[in-house]
């Protein structure tokens, strides 16, 4: 059975800092994996996908690495901004039709 | 574009009760699913739809049920509620299948559901 799972529970960075979040899963054999925002209140907005064969993917100020080999994901994000705060999820993809999500980063962006 | 819509937004029930969550999504996307997200759990796969007329059970399915008689409409049952079920309910939508598995997911803004 797939887990996944994100590590740190939470964190609280100024504006400006580069951070990493990072996350893990134990079967290597998955189809892709995501990277979802969530903001208090509201559903999951999908930010970067990596396909099994690619190594990371950007968008803007975000990059995501994949290694599986070693089961890892990380999420950077440049230049941080308080409107980056929110929760950072990411789901792993095992099989056609299911995905297995972490718990999250909650993440805090201070002016 | 209106992508994913659940309605209601909040609902509360007392134990026993019935109710149908709403899930419609105009993005003409085959597949469909119901997770619910609660602390310390994460988010968790309830059922899943790869097509109107096919569904089947995901991680957590007892005491729901769902239909897919239409491409755009997934509803949720909930039969007989218990406090268990207490959650925030999100439905999901991704990309035709002739697409492949690489196709982001699409969520709705969820619906807070209270048992008591």
């Known amino acids: 059975k797939q887990e996944v799972t994100q590590i740190p529970a939470a964190l609280s960075v100024p504006e400006g800092e580069n951070l990493v979040l990072n996350c893990s899963f134990t079967?290597?054999?998955?189809?892709?994996l995501q990277w979802f925002r969530q903001d208090p209140g509201k559903g999951l907005t999908s930010l970067l996908l990596?396909?099994?064969?690619?190594r990371e993917q950007t968008s803007g100020r975000l990059n995501a690495s994949l290694d599986k080999s070693s089961g890892r994901s990380t999420l950077y994000i440049a230049a941080s901004q308080p409107g980056d705060s929110a929760t950072y999820l990411c789901?792993?993809?095992?099989?056609?039709?299911?995905?297995?999500f972490g718990e999250g980063t909650q993440l805090t962006v201070n002016p | 574009n209106a992508g994913v819509t659940q309605t209601p937004k909040f609902q509360v029930l007392k134990t026993g009760q019935s109710m149908t969550l709403q899930c419609a999504q105009d993005?003409?996307?085959?597949?469909m699913s119901w997770y619910r997200q609660d602390p310390g759990m994460g988010l968790r796969l309830i059922h899943y739809?790869?097509?109107?007329?096919?569904?089947d059970q995901g991680e957590v399915p007892n005491g729901y049920n769902v239909s897919r008689s239409t491409t755009e409409d997934f509803p949720l049952r909930l039969l007989s509620a218990a406090p268990s079920q207490t959650s925030v309910y999100f439905c999901?939508?991704?990309?035709?299948?002739?697409?492949?598995?690489?196709?982001?997911?699409?969520f709705g803004n969820g619906t807070r559901l209270t048992v008591t």
């Open positions: 999901a939508s991704s990309s035709p299948l002739t697409a492949g598995l690489n196709s982001p997911l699409h």
């Open positions: 079967d290597s054999a998955i189809y892709n």
């Open positions: 990596i396909q099994s064969s690619q």
């Open positions: 789901a792993a993809r095992t099989s056609g039709s299911r995905l297995t």
């Open positions: 993005m003409n996307h085959e597949y």
């Open positions: 739809s790869v097509g109107a007329g096919i569904t």
